[in-house]
Every structure is written in C-alpha cells, then in structure tokens.
C-alpha cells in the first residue's frame, strides 16, 4: 500500500517535471525563432497565470454554484457528515463543507484551493445507491484529493497548457508576418537555421496537443494516487472497490457537468467514447480517445486497488459487462482554444 | 582570513543551519503525536456522552430490560472512570460489548427500530466508533513518522544527541483481543477511589 502511493507520487512528479521540460523547450525555440527572445515565455507565463489562478482562488464556489450544490444540512445527511469527519480526522485535515447536489447519477467531487478551504459535494443518487462502506469508500478518494492538492496541481497543469497554446499561437502569427529570425533558410541555404526553423515549426502545430496529452495523464494519474491514498485512510479496498463496481455498473451521467469541471468527479461526468469502443475500433483511435480521459478506466482502478495488499475479498476481476448504449459517440473533443 | 578561512567558516553555518532544520522537524513531529493522543480522548469523551441518552430511548419502549440499562451505565461509569493506559482498554472493551447487547435488545422491539431518536442515536454511535478508531489510526501514523524519522540516518545521530525517543504505538491490548465475558458479579476495584487516581493517562513514552 505504502509503495502504491509513493509510486503514484514519483510518477506525478515525473509528469509534471517533463511537463516543465516541455514548457522551458518550446519556450527557448520560441525565443529563437521571435525576435521576443525571453520576453515571450515570460509575458505568456503571466498571461497564462492571470488567466487561470482567479479561478484557482475561487474554485471551491466557481465548482459549487456550477453545479448547483447545496449545503447538506439536516437529520438524513447525519450519516455522510459523520463520514466525512471521521475521514477528516484520519487524513489530518480540517473537515470540508459538505454539499448535497440533486442529481440520480451517482457522483462526488472535491474542490477547494487548500484543505482550509476545501469542500466536498455528492449527488442523491450517490447516497441512494452506495453502502455505509461504499460511501465511506468514495469520501476517502474525495479527501485524499483535497489532502494531495489536486486543485493546485491540476492548476499547475492547467497553466502550463496555456502557456504553451499562447507560444504556439504567437509563433503562428509572429511567423505570418514574417518576423522571424531563424529564417525559411531562402537567403541562408538549407543550414542548421533551416533545419531548427522546420523544427520550430512542426513542434509549434503539435506543442498544444501533447501539452493536452500530459494534462490529461497528469489527472490519470492523481485519480490513482487518490484512490491508493483513500485505502492509507480506510484501510479497507473493498469499499471503494465495491462503490466502482457499482459505478461500471450504472450508465447514468450527471447532468450538471462539463469539461472543465471534469477531473474534479469522481467518475468521469463525460460519456466515454471509444475507450469502451465498438468491435470495430481500431486499437490506434482508441488509445488515442483513453489519452484524452481525465480519470482512467474504472477495471484499472479496481484491479490496482485490489492489488494494494490488503486483501480484497472480491479476488480477481470480473469480465466487465457488456455497454448496453451503442457506443458511437461524439468525436473527441477539440483542444480548448485560450486567447 | 584567507579563502580557507571563509570557506571553512561557510561549511560551519551551513551545518548549524541543518542541525536546526533537523531538530525543528523532529519537534513538530513528536508534537503531533501529543496531539493526536488528545483527540483520541476527545472522540471517547463524545462516546460516553451519547451513552445516557441512548440509554434513556430504549428504555422508554423496553423498561423492564433492566439488567441491560444497569450494565451499559456502570461499563460508561468505569470507563470514565479508568486511569491508566490497560484500564482504559479494558474498561472500553466492557462498554462495548454492553452497547452490543443493548443494540440486540432494541432489536426485538420493532416500534423502537422506526423510532427516529433512536436511528439517529445509533447512527450517531456508529460514527463516534469510527472516530475513535480513525483517531487511533492517525496517532499511529504520527508516531510512525516520528519514529521513522528518529532511526534513519544522519537524523539518528542528532536524535541520540538531543534525547528524541522513540514513542509506542496505540496497540489493541492482547486481553481485548479475545471476546471479553461480561462479568458484573464481582465489581472490579474501584478506579476513581481514593489514592489510586492520578492525572489522566498520557501518551505511552516507549
């Protein structure tokens, strides 16, 4: 179990650290192709951060009124409050706000800069349809996200993404209008200016998607980590295990939702695609669809809980069952365009 | 003082500053587990507080289960009575296993099973049990960190220096391992008599 989370930890640092990697890359071949030299990163750098941190700031009330929460308050909630403090007082973190969504998908999310701040929402339809155990399952990945800091890491990603689409974008134009240093190599033959500029400019069409890529894998991977993180609080799998298989089960999504607020659920709110694809899906279309999911499959989730090492009872996994809805669905959403 | 002099000077500060760096942390670590100690405390106090009125509710539809009232009170009454680390354990473990027999009495009675006050007391129960052990299970967790940090090297050598312990973890008593026999015909010596109380237990040292 212990390993699970420090495994879950490193990987997360190595996305984020090839993200910044990513981000200085493209930032020195935007330097040399512009005449903005360091000025460019910087100034998107600000822009990005202006952009996204006032929403950090109020994410907890920006998540909330979005999806039209309510404080739980009143006798029958007794039990979800009772849940949440004890998990609050196993995790070490001041207990969150608790909210009530009125909704028949199951589904929770957890939002807040700071655990200071934090606050939790789970629709009716969690409540009707999950166990004391399932319930206290389910709470626990919501505190391990609030206890990680996911809101700041996915932040973090969130701003790095538009730092990279404002350079991109920059490029394209700076290059439109031919301000450019490094040269189409027509005075220069076919030199090394020539080669980095062809470079530049392959790397500056593809930056903004693999920027979504890693986004996206960075999220993946912070839902594995906070469900590794919930059994360090339960102490019990089969709980969470027990609420995801409920979850596969259920076809239901939660109306409120959108792309933005996605990673914050517990269950991605958003159909998915091809991920479950028909049988004529190419392998490629379809790995390219699970790339851009913000939580991994729910049977990954399972069999990496059951494998934490503390004995679930529910052994290996089920055959899934078989998707009930036709599974062509919308194509893959387009890259969020910034500026 | 020539470059050597300097340099020597810098590789001084540099070590002092790391001493305190070490030496805070392990400070704020052995205060976490004071810390934790007294929110066990605190989710056993809300535990014994609920106890009077549970008992109230079920009496008020099975008063002739008399036996089963005046066990739950006098296992709550020696709870909180108990000093001392093995007291307290088993002092618990009594009460809980009043409060299972009190629970399976209220089951035979239906009109008390839709009572509302009831479900809610029960309720209330069944998260103050999950406190406590939550509360255990976090005292443990600091006193893994601590020990964890006290043991490896270099902190080790500083912690020996400067008399950091290892503490002992919140460990089920073996005696509360094996089902406790509730037993009322011999009332156990009184804990909060004369001589034998002290201070309320504090957290095992090692």
Same mark, same amino acid.
């Given at each position: 179990?212990?390993?699970?989370?420090?495994?879950?930890?490193?990987?997360?640092?190595?996305?984020?650290?090839?993200?910044?990697?990513?981000?200085?890359?493209?930032?020195?071949?935007?330097?040399?192709?512009?005449?903005?030299?360091?000025?460019?990163?910087?100034?998107?750098?600000?822009?990005?951060?202006?952009?996204?941190?006032?929403?950090?700031?109020?994410?907890?009330?920006?998540?909330?009124?979005?999806?039209?929460?309510?404080?739980?308050?009143?006798?029958?909630?007794?039990?979800?409050?009772?849940?949440?403090?004890?998990?609050?007082?196993?995790?070490?973190?001041?207990?969150?706000?608790?909210?009530?969504?009125?909704?028949?998908?199951?589904?929770?999310?957890?939002?807040?800069?700071?655990?200071?701040?934090?606050?939790?929402?789970?629709?009716?339809?969690?409540?009707?349809?999950?166990?004391?155990?399932?319930?206290?399952?389910?709470?626990?990945?919501?505190?391990?996200?609030?206890?990680?800091?996911?809101?700041?890491?996915?932040?973090?990603?969130?701003?790095?993404?538009?730092?990279?689409?404002?350079?991109?974008?920059?490029?394209?134009?700076?290059?439109?209008?031919?301000?450019?240093?490094?040269?189409?190599?027509?005075?220069?033959?076919?030199?090394?200016?020539?080669?980095?500029?062809?470079?530049?400019?392959?790397?500056?069409?593809?930056?903004?998607?693999?920027?979504?890529?890693?986004?996206?894998?960075?999220?993946?991977?912070?839902?594995?980590?906070?469900?590794?993180?919930?059994?360090?609080?339960?102490?019990?799998?089969?709980?969470?295990?027990?609420?995801?298989?409920?979850?596969?089960?259920?076809?239901?999504?939660?109306?409120?939702?959108?792309?933005?607020?996605?990673?914050?659920?517990?269950?991605?709110?958003?159909?998915?695609?091809?991920?479950?694809?028909?049988?004529?899906?190419?392998?490629?279309?379809?790995?390219?669809?699970?790339?851009?999911?913000?939580?991994?499959?729910?049977?990954?989730?399972?069999?990496?809980?059951?494998?934490?090492?503390?004995?679930?009872?529910?052994?290996?996994?089920?055959?899934?069952?078989?998707?009930?809805?036709?599974?062509?669905?919308?194509?893959?959403?387009?890259?969020?365009?910034?500026? | 003082?020539?470059?050597?002099?300097?340099?020597?000077?810098?590789?001084?500060?540099?070590?002092?500053?790391?001493?305190?760096?070490?030496?805070?942390?392990?400070?704020?670590?052995?205060?976490?587990?004071?810390?934790?100690?007294?929110?066990?405390?605190?989710?056993?106090?809300?535990?014994?507080?609920?106890?009077?009125?549970?008992?109230?509710?079920?009496?008020?539809?099975?008063?002739?289960?008399?036996?089963?009232?005046?066990?739950?009170?006098?296992?709550?009454? *020696?709870?909180?009575?108990?000093?001392?680390?093995?007291?307290?354990?088993?002092?618990?473990?009594?009460?809980?296993?009043?409060?299972?027999?009190?629970?399976?009495?209220?089951?035979?009675?239906? *009109?008390? *099973?839709?009572?509302?006050?009831?479900?809610?007391? *029960?309720?209330?129960?069944?998260?103050?049990?999950?406190?406590?052990?939550?509360?255990?299970?976090?005292?443990?967790?600091?006193?893994?960190?601590?020990?964890?940090?006290?043991?490896?090297?270099?902190?080790?050598?500083?912690?020996?220096?400067?008399?950091?312990?290892?503490?002992?973890?919140?460990?089920?008593?073996?005696?509360?391992?094996?089902?406790?026999?509730?037993?009322?015909?011999?009332?156990?010596?009184?804990?909060?008599?004369?001589?034998?109380?002290?201070?309320?237990?504090?957290?095992?040292?090692?």
């Amino acid at each position: 179990m212990y390993e699970r989370i420090s495994s879950n930890v490193r990987k997360s640092w190595l996305l984020i650290g090839a993200f910044v990697v990513f981000v200085v890359l493209i930032g020195s071949v935007f330097g040399y192709m512009t005449q903005f030299g360091f000025w460019g990163p910087a100034i998107a750098l600000v822009i990005a951060l202006l952009m996204v941190w006032g929403s950090y700031f109020n994410s907890d009330r920006i998540a909330l009124s979005a999806s039209r929460a309510k404080p739980a308050e009143g006798a029958r909630y007794n039990q979800l409050h009772n849940i949440v403090e004890g998990l609050s007082i196993a995790a070490g973190i001041p207990k969150p706000r608790v909210y009530v969504i009125e909704d028949t998908a199951p589904n929770a999310f957890a939002t807040g800069r700071n655990p200071e701040h934090a606050a939790v929402a789970v629709t009716t339809g969690l409540l009707a349809k999950m166990n004391r155990d399932e319930l206290e399952g389910v709470m626990a990945h919501e505190l391990s996200h609030i206890q990680n800091r996911d809101t700041l890491v996915m932040t973090l990603a969130v701003t790095l993404v538009g730092v990279i689409v404002l350079l991109a974008d920059w490029m394209i134009r700076a290059m439109w209008w031919g301000g450019m240093t490094g040269g189409r190599g027509r005075d220069r033959g076919g030199g090394p200016g020539g080669l980095i500029a062809i470079f530049g400019i392959v790397l500056l069409f593809v930056a903004p998607l693999v920027a979504q890529l890693l986004q996206f894998a960075i999220s993946r991977q912070r839902e594995f980590l906070a469900d590794a993180d919930a059994v360090n609080f339960t102490r019990y799998p089969d709980g969470l295990i027990s609420a995801l298989r409920k979850l596969q089960e259920d076809q239901t999504v939660v109306r409120t939702a959108s792309r933005a607020t996605a990673h914050l659920w517990i269950e991605s709110p958003i159909p998915h695609q091809a991920a479950r694809g028909p049988k004529g899906a190419t392998k490629q279309g379809a790995w390219l669809n699970r790339m851009f999911e913000t939580h991994p499959p729910l049977e990954m989730r399972i069999e990496a809980l059951q494998k934490s090492g503390l004995g679930g009872a529910f052994g290996p996994t089920r055959p899934a069952a078989e998707p009930t809805r036709p599974a062509a669905g919308e194509p893959p959403p387009p890259p969020p365009s910034m500026g | 003082m020539g470059a050597v002099g300097w340099i020597v000077l810098g590789v001084i500060v540099l070590l002092v500053i790391i001493v305190i760096v070490m030496y805070n942390r392990l400070v704020r670590l052995r205060n976490r587990i004071d810390a934790a100690w007294s929110q066990i405390d605190v989710q056993l106090k809300r535990r014994y507080d609920l106890i009077p009125n549970l008992v109230e509710t079920v009496r008020g539809y099975a008063s002739h289960e008399r036996e089963t009232f005046e066990q739950v009170t006098r296992a709550r009454q *020696q709870a909180v009575d108990a000093r001392g680390i093995e007291d307290q354990a088993q002092a618990e473990n009594f009460l809980t296993q009043t409060l299972r027999s009190l629970f399976a009495v209220a089951e035979a009675y239906p *009109q008390l *099973q839709a009572n509302q006050n009831f479900l809610a007391l *029960q309720e209330e129960l069944t998260g103050t049990e999950g406190r406590i052990a939550f509360s255990r299970q976090f005292y443990n967790e600091q006193v893994l960190a601590y020990d964890n940090s006290i043991e490896v090297f270099p902190t080790n050598v500083l912690a020996g220096a400067f008399g950091f312990k290892e503490r002992a973890y919140f460990e089920a008593e073996t005696a509360s391992r094996e089902p406790v026999k509730v037993d009322f015909s011999n009332p156990p010596p009184e804990a909060g008599g004369a001589g034998a109380a002290g201070p309320p237990a504090g957290p095992p040292a090692s």
